[in-house]
């Protein structure tokens, strides 16, 4: 079954373009039995969840509504897959809270019943998803189904990963963020593991400037923490923090 699946890859593996790309993968998705496919990728880090590289067979409507309600910030599967590698099956439980549940619904109106939710954590820092979404009931049947599809959608997620580079690459051309000089040794402090009160010391200002200065950080590099920023910026060699 996985060689048969292996070989049906073919077309995969040498596409031409990105829509060869794109049209192999969704017919190899509907195969296993999917009608809807997502691939969202950011190729690097300190790249908006905005700027990810989407492709989808989705509804145009249903991005509309996703977009303009902003279910981003509500969506269980981005957060799910921005700190796990395991499966996640597309199915009403996940969505938990009552801003969730409506998604859900409005979701459905659009085909999107159930299906699974791949993370993608690429070897070159690349994460994201891959979302396979049927409009078949959640039965227990349909559950049977995913189970048994896993393995090659697996598989699939990873000739994908391996054979996403070169299509991946206008979004991995994103500029970095521009860092003044005074943001970048505050942030190279910090990431030595040093406080504010110990940065304002060595830098020889006040903890309000240095605050000032790594809020300034923290939006330029779409994150919520310091240490988040630190980590971003010592992998893309903005900072040497030895």
């Not at 977009?67 to 009403?92: F, K, Y």
């Amino acid at each position: 079954m996985a060689q048969h699946f292996i070989e049906q890859m073919a077309p995969l593996l040498d596409a031409a373009d990105e829509k060869a790309w794109f049209g192999a993968m969704a017919g190899l998705a509907e195969t296993c039995g999917f009608r809807n496919i997502l691939l969202a990728v950011l190729p690097r880090p300190a790249l908006r969840q905005e700027d990810a590289y989407l492709r989808s067979t989705y509804a145009p409507a249903w991005h509309r509504a996703y977009n303009e309600q902003g279910m981003i910030q509500i969506d269980p599967t981005v957060s799910h897959c921005a700190t796990r590698s395991a499966p996640l099956v597309w199915a009403p439980e996940i969505f938990s809270t009552e801003p969730q549940k409506s998604m859900y619904e409005i979701a459905c109106t659009h085909g999107l019943r159930t299906g699974v939710i791949l993370p993608i954590h690429g070897p070159n820092q690349q994460a994201g998803m891959m979302c396979f979404i049927d409009d078949s009931e959640p039965t227990d049947e349909f559950r049977r189904h995913i189970r048994s599809a896993l393995p090659n959608l697996t598989l699939l997620r990873d000739h994908v990963v391996d054979t996403s580079a070169r299509h991946l690459i206008c979004q991995a051309d994103t500029p970095l963020p521009k860092l003044t000089p005074r943001e970048r040794e505050c942030l190279k402090w910090t990431a030595r593991g040093k406080s504010t009160w110990e940065t304002s010391q060595i830098l020889n200002c006040s903890e309000a400037v240095v605050n000032f200065h790594m809020k300034n950080i923290r939006t330029k590099f779409g994150v919520n923490s310091r240490r988040a920023a630190a980590v971003i910026a010592t992998q893309l060699g903005l900072i040497d923090p030895d």
